[in-house]
């Protein structure tokens, strides 16, 4: 299930990050080339912050096809140095730091771990019993921990509500 979900964000993320990454090289190497001809054929100084731009926009222009074989090369040896699920779980766990995608992420496993729990009360499990199944098929460790904890509360003899208000303190 969880799977289903990173997968769903997987092609939409990619698709995002691909498109602004070409709208900003096709900017550094077609637009601002001519703002900087512009600005220098006027003769005025620059803010430092501009100048910084149009030295980058220069650099990508005549390092450009040096620059796309770096990038070739490296994306080559990362890929055969990382298996592709380790480099998987590093992206996820890079996107889960942008605040849009962690609070939709958290409301997913919210709903994993309501349907999870529907599931194996239903199947006539015990909570904890259910709470190992739920962990097994999570995808996020911080998911599986938080698991954890809950379970040791409920093994101690907490009740359901009275160990998610201690996990949520």
Request: glycine share 4%; aromatic share 10%.
């Amino acid at each position: 299930p969880s799977v289903t979900v990173v997968q769903t964000f997987a092609l939409p993320i990619s698709v995002i990050l691909t498109t602004a990454f070409f709208i900003t090289i096709g900017l550094f190497l077609f637009v601002i080339p001519r703002f900087a001809d512009l600005f220098q054929s006027a003769q005025v100084p620059l803010p430092w912050f501009t100048a910084g731009l149009f030295a980058v926009s220069r650099l990508l222009q005549y390092h450009s096809l040096f620059l796309v074989c770096v990038f070739m090369v490296s994306s080559g040896i990362l890929f055969y140095h990382q298996p592709p699920r380790k480099l998987k779980a590093q992206l996820i766990h890079h996107a889960l730091q942008l605040p849009l995608i962690r609070n939709a992420w958290q409301q997913l496993l919210l709903a994993h771990f309501a349907r999870h729990l529907a599931i194996t009360d239903t199947a006539g499990l015990t909570l904890t019993d259910g709470l190992t199944i739920t962990a097994d098929t999570s995808l996020s460790q911080e998911f599986v921990i938080t698991l954890t904890h809950l379970q040791s509360h409920l093994r101690s003899g907490l009740r359901l509500n009275q160990s998610m208000a201690l996990m949520a303190d």
